[in-house]
Antibody, heavy 120, light 110 residues
């Protein structure tokens, strides 16, 4: 069955970087784009960006541009999201979520979420 | 890119119907039929209930329905049940080739 399994919780200090992985299985990796979505405590879902798992191109939400990187490893069907210059308001649960390459375009399967805590 | 506007909370009694609105712009909700709705319970991953404005995801109860008029999409849940209590988010594709989520609505079943 389709699985998106994310790496474990992390605690980071302000100014540090984090890198989360999302290992997929049970489907054709390059047939879906992968997105990252986060939810800060008490806040709503926030779209962060997308990676084309085939070619590797990326598009990010404006607020993250300059400090976010998304990469993929097609040999292991894994995507990575790195966020740098962490601040306390980056404390959140981070989700990877796939979207079919061809319509319909919606998040049809999600990872279990990774809690990242930014604290001094 | 501003988030589409959703009511912060809605409530209803078991058996009643409720509607959650999602008001965006012509650059997102109004411009595309790629509007989807997600049910999110604490400690779990979000689950799609409606996609492409009005298509129900596999396994989702027929009590859930979606529609759109202009820049506003709506999710209606009829015959409310206790298990429907959750946060609900709309999402839309945008003219910037990005996605955006609404602010979220907390549904309370009284």
């Amino acid at each position: 069955q389709v699985q998106l399994v994310q790496s474990g919780a992390e605690v980071k200090k302000p100014g540090a970087s984090m890198k989360i992985s999302c290992k997929t299985s049970g489907y054709s990796f390059t047939s879906y784009y992968m997105h990252w979505v986060r939810q800060a405590p008490g806040q709503g879902l926030e779209w962060m960006g997308i990676i084309n798992t085939s070619g590797g191109s990326t598009t990010f939400a404006l607020k993250f541009q300059g400090r976010i990187t998304m990469t993929r490893d097609t040999s292991t069907s894994t995507v990575y999201m790195e966020l740098s210059s962490l601040r306390s308001d980056d404390t959140a649960v981070y989700y990877c979520a796939r979207v079919p390459r061809i319509p319909p375009h919606y998040f049809d399967s999600w990872g279990q979420g990774t809690l990242v805590t930014v604290s001094s | 890119q501003s988030a589409p506007t959703q009511p912060a909370s809605v409530s209803g009694s078991p058996g009643q119907s409720i509607t959650i609105s999602c008001t965006g712009t012509s650059n997102d909700v109004g411009g595309y039929n790629y509007v989807s709705w997600y049910q999110h319970r604490p400690g779990t991953a979000p689950k799609v209930v409606i996609y492409d404005v009005s298509s129900r995801s596999l396994g989702v109860s027929s009590r859930f329905s979606g529609s759109k008029s202009g820049n506003t999409a709506s999710l209606t849940i009829s015959g409310l049940q206790a298990e429907d209590e959750a946060d609900y988010y709309c999402s839309s594709y945008t003219s910037s080739s990005t996605f955006v989520f609404g602010g979220g609505t907390k549904l309370t079943v009284l």
